[in-house]
Structure formats: structure tokens, C-alpha cells
């Protein structure tokens, strides 16, 4: 079968690299794809924009493509989903209804409201001096959000209500983020350790993947602005067993069962980005409708069962009879980025090392990335995601930082902590 993957960044490279190697795949072909999609064993990129739906539902008529998977956000709080359909042709991912859990905060949080899920205090605004009359009333540190899709850098920990207060007016003001910040959500801060829950859901059924967590801020010991993410690991320790039944009965369930109340029955990847408190309780700070970037790479890294099968069987409503099969061990991906990301970077700088050889065990994973005169250089914040499985957390890192250590262009930049907290807690155990 060919199947299309919808998208530029490593997520979409890693998903691509994981269903070439299905039997039943003939040819995988991402649009727009990367440097590194492309040169992966039955993988072609096609020159689309992923938001070009119009373009990629002709392409997908046209070559008669029996299967989209859709990495990003954007193209399905679009509607592309509901487009491939209408048409006959099946795309995994839920619909524009559905997908308004990520392209409106102000929605999810609603929705979590009124079904008694676990979340932060919260207001919506769209005036500033409502919002700034909110403000003067709270504590700090509190949590500013633009309402829409910021590229996962719309949101602001201000640690004073200055702070909080300048947040708003970047978003309601200043236009930061366009029609995404034309509203904002203030919540209230919470305390513990972040994790990703991802599944798959077929409108009903659920089958929970491995679990991951990812370090969204710039620096080293979380520190320095938010990003889309500098780097990730698998499986996340604070989610034990007892805390992995807590997520299920108390946030992914209510979830898919109050959008079929709604409505709007889920089927694509679900992620909820969750604070885990010390005492175990669980709260939601965000869902995603899609997989995240870059826990992909390292859940995909440790998925041994068939991706393309499984999406099958949940295009069929049919996830009850699905399986999943993981890799034991750990796996470790470092983000190396551009500096100036999350603001203005340079682009255009060639990469050098990437013709190393690597191990079995060690993957690099394009993002930012495209060839140019016979040579791979950066055009992106986030270049590329290097992802190492190991027996326990630390080999896993320091597979991944030696890697690490062969890639180089000019102006590159990453944190040298990822897994730090899985680290210590497995030493402390």
C-alpha cells in the first residue's frame, strides 16, 4: 500500500521511518517531508505545504494513496480529516470538531470543566483590562496562554503579575501570535512533575502507548523560555502503574466518552500533557491532537508492533483487538537546535557528521532540515532530534549525547540534562 504522511519535522520523519517498515507498505511519501525523510529506505517527499489541503487531497486521489497519517496540528484544526472522508479516502486523525481539544484552549478547558476533569483554576479574555483586573486578584507564579496554535511557544509562566501582565498584552495587544493569542487563558500554576500520556482512539475503544516525557523549556535544569520542546524520553517513571490506572479512569476515558457526548467521537492519536503532583493526584495542562514532537521519536524508537496495522484496525473501530508490543529499554532523544530558538535564528547553515555511522541503537531524526547544493543544512528552530535506546535512562543519554557529539554546524544548540529527572529518580530507587 502507499501511504501519506503529512508533514516537515521529526515527528513526521520518525513516523515515516516506522511505517516503511510495515509489510503491507510499499511506499511511504511525506509531504513536504525533510533532508532525512528523504533519504530513508521506501520514503519519497513530495513538494506540498502541510497545510495545503486542497493540494493534498488531489495528491492522494491522484496516486491513489490508501492511507494519511497527519503529524501536525495545524491541517487538522483545518478539517483535513473531514475532507480526505467526504472523499472517500482514509486519513487517521480526528475531525475539525474534535480537534478543537488543541486548536482551542479555551474549549478544552471548558470541556474539562463540564465533565469533571482534573485541571488548573482557569479564565478566559479577550480584553485586556478584564484580564488585567483578574490578574491584580491572583497569586503568583501563575500561567498565560494565547487561546489558539502558537507552535507550542504561546505560553508564558509569569512569575509576577508584571510579568502575567505583559504576557496578555504580547497576545491581545501587540499580536504576537496573530489570531491565535486574540484570546488567552490564565490558569492557575501547578506543582510536580510534567508527563505525556499519548493513545490511539478509534471514537471508542482506547489503547494507551508508552508513556514519555519531554523538557519544553530552552536551558539546562528546565530553565529559560518555553519551546516545542528540546528533548524527551521513554518511559516516564512518575508514571507508575498506579498512577498510569489514575490517567485512564480519570482523564482519558471521560474524555473520549464526553466527545461522543458531545458529539464529536475521537479517532486519531490523543496526547494529554499532565502535571503529576507529588501526592499522585493528576491534573491536565493541555491536550494534543496528534502525537507530540519530540516524544515521537523516542516512543517510536520503542514500538515493536506494526504503526500502519494498528491505525487500521482503529480506522475500523476495531482497537479492542488491537496489541502493542515495546522495546524493554529506554529511549533518549536530545534536541539540537538553532541558537536563538525560540526567537530569531539563522538558517541555511551546513551540517557536518551526519554520515556517521550509527549503531543499531541510535536513530537521528530530521526536523529543521533540507538539502541545498549536494549539502544538508538547517531551516528550522528545532534541526534534528538524535534518539539512543539504552538498558536504563543514563545509557540511554549517554548513547545519545555521544552521537551528539559527531553533529556540528554553525550556531548549533542543546541542552546537556535531558533525562536528568529520570536519572535521579532511578538512582534514588
Not at 264 to 283: C, E, K, Q, W
Not at 368 to 382: E, L
Amino acid at each position: 500500500m502507499k501511504v501519506l504522511v503529512v508533514g516537515s519535522g521529526g515527528r513526521e520523519h520518525a513516523l515515516a521511518w516506522k511505517i516503511a517498515q510495515s509489510n503491507k507498505v510499499k511506499e511511504v511519501v511525506v509531504a513536504p517531508g525533510n533532508a532525512g525523510t528523504s533519504s530513508e529506505p521506501k520514503v519519497n517527499n513530495i513538494d506540498i505545504d502541510a497545510e495545503d489541503i486542497d493540494a493534498l487531497l488531489s495528491f492522494a486521489q491522484q496516486r491513489a494513496v490508501e492511507l494519511t497519517i497527519v503529524g501536525p496540528e495545524a491541517p487538522l484544526v483545518a478539517g483535513i480529516v473531514d475532507r480526505f472522508t467526504d472523499k472517500g479516502l482514509r486519513c487517521f486523525g480526528p475531525s475539525e470538531a474534535a480537534a478543537q481539544l488543541e486548536g482551542s484552549k479555551s474549549f478544552a478547558k471548558d470541556f474539562l470543566s463540564k465533565y469533571n476533569i482534573p485541571t488548573a483554576a482557569y479564565a478566559s479574555f479577550t480584553d485586556i483590562n478584564s484580564a488585567e483586573q483578574y490578574l491584580r486578584k491572583q497569586s503568583c507564579p501563575i500561567v498565560v496562554k494565547a487561546d489558539g496554535l502558537a507552535a507550542g511557544k504561546g505560553v508564558t509562566v509569569a512569575m509576577d503579575k508584571e510579568q502575567a501582565i505583559a504576557a496578555v498584552k504580547e497576545c491581545l495587544q501587540e499580536n504576537r501570535f496573530g489570531s491565535a493569542g486574540s484570546k488567552v487563558v490564565i490558569e492557575e500554576f501547578l506543582e510536580g512533575e510534567e508527563a505525556s500520556f499519548m493513545c490511539m482512539v478509534d471514537g471508542v475503544h482506547i489503547l494507551p502507548l508508552a508513556t514519555s516525557q519531554d523538557h519544553k523549556a530552552r536551558d539546562n535544569r528546565d530553565k529559560g523560555p518555553n519551546t516545542g520542546g528540546m528533548g524527551a524520553y521513554s518511559p516516564a517513571p512518575v508514571v507508575t502503574d498506579e498512577v498510569h490506572a489514575l490517567i485512564m479512569h480519570e482523564i482519558i476515558e471521560p474524555t473520549v466518552a464526553g466527545l461522543t457526548e458531545e458529539g464529536i467521537p475521537y479517532t486519531g492519536f490523543l496526547y494529554a500533557g499532565l502535571m503529576i503532583a507529588n501526592d499522585g493526584t493528576v491534573r491536565v495542562l493541555e491536550y494534543n491532537c496528534r502525537f507530540g514532537d519530540p516524544e515521537t521519536q523516542p516512543v517510536l524508537m520503542r514500538l515493536k508492533s506494526d504503526l500502519v496495522d494498528l491505525c487500521d484496525k482503529a480506522l475500523d473501530g476495531n482497537l479492542q483487538h488491537a496489541s502493542v508490543e515495546w522495546d524493554p529499554r529506554v529511549a533518549l532523544g536530545v534536541v539540537m537546535a538553532s541558537t536563538g530558538y525560540p526567537g530569531p535564528y539563522r538558517k541555511g547553515q551546513v551540517i557536518n557528521g551526519l554520515d556517521k555511522v550509527e549503531p543499531d541503537s541510535v536513530k537521528t531524526f530530521h526536523a529543521g532540515t533540507q538539502v541545498r547544493d549536494g549539502n544538508v543544512v538547517t531551516s528550522g528552530g528545532r534541526v534534528v532530534c538524535v534518539t539512543a535506546l539504552g538498558k536504563d535512562t543514563l545509557e540511554a543519554q549517554e548513547k545519545a549525547y555521544d552521537a551528539v557529539g559527531n553533529i556540528r554546524w554553525d550556531g548549533v544548540y542543546y541542552r546537556t540534562d535531558i533525562g536528568y529527572r529520570a536519572i535521579s529518580r532511578e538512582k534514588s530507587d
